[in-house]
């Protein structure tokens, strides 16, 4: 980047060329890729699938669709891809189409260009101000998109003739930057049809005005395969303007589902002193939400988000939080706590079936199964008979929410063998993190069908 110029002139002298958007975007990741940077850092789980089919994209200088469903970061690939543009570029003081001072195209520059020359004033635009998105509504207009005539500026004394009557629409305002339109199929068609021009020619014309704007912009857009093909649709001659269409996906292992979900969820500093989350836990988390994308009870074409994994999360912390400040201890999520899930699940799918109550049971039994599972990658049920033993003679362990891990150190003490098997999952020996351990453990065995479990109220009473 030359020495900030403030002039014409001086921008001229310091041997400035000016590129455009998708020249400055693939300078940069070419750049980035020689250098073996992250392009894309906090995203997981796409480096083989999504980001080289992004990276290919760029260099060929396409424009670019990203379809898939919700919650599968699709608003921030297009975000990070800010980063790919230069930290700052000259424009025309003042210009709202951020006109290349060595190359403007609107009438108003060049008419400033034309009277002041090389003393005309340059202003330097910062990547994160060449940026837009927006969400396809219905109330759109192609003049929030394109443009329209200002009548504030006719009543100023303008003639309607006069080309700066019109109040640019947001594609023009990021001329020289990335424009992103969200849900791109909810655009009304007669809407997509106004971005032909901008996408074939690469200009745009504004209602009678015999004008012809070169505009620098990069189209990305996002859609969800639901709207794709139901509610709404991408009109054929749009979507052949674009050069590539690239799917994402959900997390396609519990690692990076986690990873995920440890780098989203809601950070509070008190909750995090107070909080230990065993491994196995995190895993029941993911797989509740793995099982979810499969189950036939869940409409699969709305997706099942990243949001329910984050915000299940979320609310098995809180559960363990509060029992920690109810009992003046250090906490571990336990499986009692799982109950709370379906308060942060329910809002977040659709069912197959409209039948009152069926989505309790639908997540009650994604849980038990998500336990099961888990369970089944740590242990073999037969690993336990002497414990299986010691109920049939008459061992019954009491557990639930609201006890104190203090509560489950008699029940602990009295596992024998097995408690020998709980350190293989959980080293440490604080209550809290055995409390944890032995629910984990006395429901894996129920759900194998080796025990016997009573639930009463929110207790958990565990027999031969």
């Not at 424009?63 to 599968?72: H, N, P, S, T, V």
């Not at 837009?132 to 219905?138: D, G, I, N, Q």
């Not at 099961?372 to 299986?388: E, I, K, V, W």
Request: aromatic residues 6%; contains cysteine.
């Amino acid at each position: 980047m030359p020495d900030k110029a403030s002039t014409v002139g001086e921008l001229r002298e310091s041997g400035y060329k000016p590129l455009t958007v998708r020249e400055e975007i693939r300078n940069n990741l070419i750049s980035k890729i020689q250098a073996g940077e992250d392009l894309f850092p906090g995203i997981i789980g796409f480096s083989d699938t999504v980001i080289p089919q992004l990276e290919n994209a760029i260099l060929a200088g396409q424009d670019i669709i990203l379809l898939g469903e919700r919650g599968q970061a699709k608003s921030r690939l297009i975000r990070h891809m800010v980063s790919l543009l230069d930290e700052e570029i000259p424009v025309i003081a003042n210009c709202e189409l951020n006109c290349d001072p060595l190359d403007p195209i609107c009438y108003e520059c060049k008419q400033m260009i034309a009277r002041d020359g090389d003393a005309a004033k340059v202003s330097w635009l910062h990547r994160d101000e060449r940026y837009s998105e927006k969400l396809a509504t219905p109330d759109i207009t192609v003049a929030d998109l394109i443009g329209e005539v200002d009548p504030i500026k006719v009543a100023e004394g303008r003639y309607l003739s006069d080309e700066l009557t019109i109040h640019y629409g947001l594609i023009p305002r990021t001329n020289r930057g990335i424009f992103c339109i969200n849900e791109l199929p909810d655009l009304s068609e007669r809407i997509q049809v106004s971005l032909f021009n901008l996408m074939q020619e690469r200009d745009i014309q504004i209602k009678g005005y015999r004008i012809m704007l070169p505009l620098d912009v990069f189209l990305v857009s996002t859609a969800n395969p639901e709207d794709y093909t139901n509610r709404g649709r991408i009109i054929t001659p749009l979507k052949d303007r674009y050069g590539a269409q690239i799917r994402t996906h959900y997390p396609r292992s519990l690692d990076d589902e986690i990873g995920i979900v440890e780098q989203e969820y809601a950070h509070f500093d008190d909750t995090d002193s107070r909080v230990s989350v065993p491994q196995y836990m995190r895993e029941i988390i993911a797989e509740f939400t793995t099982l979810a994308r499969r189950s036939p009870d869940i409409n699969q074409r709305s997706g099942v988000s990243l949001r329910v994994s984050i915000a299940n999360y979320e609310t098995m912390l809180s559960a363990a939080f509060k029992r920690s400040l109810r009992h003046n201890e250090l906490a571990s999520p336990r499986v009692s706590d799982l109950p709370a899930l379906v308060a942060s699940t329910t809002g977040k799918i659709e069912m197959e079936s409209v039948e009152e109550g069926r989505e309790f049971r639908v997540i009650e039994d994604l849980v038990k199964k998500a336990v099961l599972n888990t369970f089944g990658r740590y242990y073999q049920p037969r690993q336990f008979a002497d414990l299986t033993d010691l109920f049939e003679e008459g061992l019954t362990i009491e557990c639930g929410s609201d006890k104190s891990s203090m509560d489950y150190l008699h029940g602990y003490a009295g596992m024998g063998e097995a408690a020998d098997l709980i350190k293989d999952i959980e080293q440490s020996e604080e209550a809290s993190a055995i409390a944890s351990a032995v629910e984990f453990i006395l429901e894996g065995l129920h759900l194998n069908r080796r025990l016997n479990c009573d639930r009463v109220g929110g207790q958990y009473i565990y027999s031969g």
